[in-house]
């Protein structure tokens, strides 16, 4: 692997920590509050008055099952970090897999509908695209120079 390469997945893993944490802690914070405030936290270029209760028991249980998938989708990206930073393929790929397919259910029910503001959101967004470009850039180009023996 070149030092181009090593760079790369150092940077991608720093970005998924960083995304990691960032929704390991909305994901406790969303939990341990109230339904009005999980909602208005995730909703926020929403209008806050329209996001009140009272809601049904039911409403509560599905944000909250939200936060739990912010929780663990933040905590399984953190610790692929740690194995993405070591440059392992099966890494790189289950933490874009999580990562982004947890980012895509974002951008496309809450950043593209409006419901959110840019920050912090969509440059979530961003730093997810820009660790699995950058990590699949590694997976794409490593062995590129590799005899293959058969």
Same mark, same amino acid.
């Given at each position: ?16 920590? *960083? ?8 994901? *406790? ?32 249980? *599905? ?59 969509? *440059? ?27």
């Amino acid at each position: 692997m070149t030092g181009k390469q090593r760079l790369a997945l150092k940077v991608a893993a720093g970005l998924w920590v *960083v995304w990691g944490l960032v929704h390991a802690v909305a994901g *406790v914070m969303v939990m341990s509050g109230p339904v009005e405030g999980g909602f208005q936290a995730i909703a926020d270029a929403v209008d806050p008055s329209t996001l009140t209760g009272p809601f049904p028991d039911a409403v509560g249980g *599905v944000l909250g099952q939200h936060a739990w998938n912010l929780l663990w989708f933040g905590v399984a990206t953190t610790i692929g970090a740690i194995f993405v930073w070591r440059g392992s393929a099966t890494a790189i790929w289950v933490t874009a897999m999580i990562g982004g397919l947890a980012d895509v259910g974002y951008l496309l029910f809450v950043d593209l509908a409006g419901f959110a503001n840019f920050v912090p959101g969509t *440059v979530m967004t961003l730093i997810c695209a820009t660790a699995i470009l950058l990590s699949g850039w590694v997976l794409l180009t490593r062995d590129a120079g590799a005899v293959q023996m058969s």
